[in-house]
């Protein structure tokens, strides 16, 4: 059983800046990609911004230049560095990763998500 665990949503005001952590709770051999998605009230589910091993990050149009992420695909752990943050990044923030990790002798796949933490921006 693998759980993603997320930390570092809160309460910012407008123009600040968070710090999401995401870590797996085992060790992955392999991670093939990473990444964080939001869901505001009464919307679907969107990218934030994505990490393919060997790739270039790629970030939603509403975020670039504002969002940074990074991983560590030894800790199976990414990070979403976010500043100049506005009331819109209000949401509910999720990690995900997709990767492989040995199971005694057995190789397992995994693709899993966060259980979500709340980033709010208001004055």
């Not at 123009?15 to 919307?43: D, E, I, T």
């Not at 492989?100 to 980033?119: A, H, I």
């Amino acid at each position: 059983q693998v759980q993603l665990v997320e930390s570092g949503g809160g309460l910012v005001q407008p123009g600040g800046s968070l710090r999401l952590s995401c870590a797996a709770s085992r060790n992955f051999f392999r991670v093939n990609a990473m990444g964080w998605y939001r869901q505001a009230p009464g919307k679907q589910r969107e990218l934030v911004a994505h990490i393919v091993s060997g790739s270039m990050p790629n970030y939603a149009d509403s975020v670039e230049g504002r969002f940074t992420i990074s991983g560590d695909n030894a800790k199976a752990t990414v990070i979403l560095e976010m500043n100049s943050l506005s009331p819109e990044d209000t949401a509910i923030y999720y990690c995900n990763l997709r990767g492989s990790y040995w199971d005694n002798l057995s190789r397992r796949e995994y693709f899993g998500w966060g259980q979500g933490t709340q980033v709010t921006v208001s004055s």
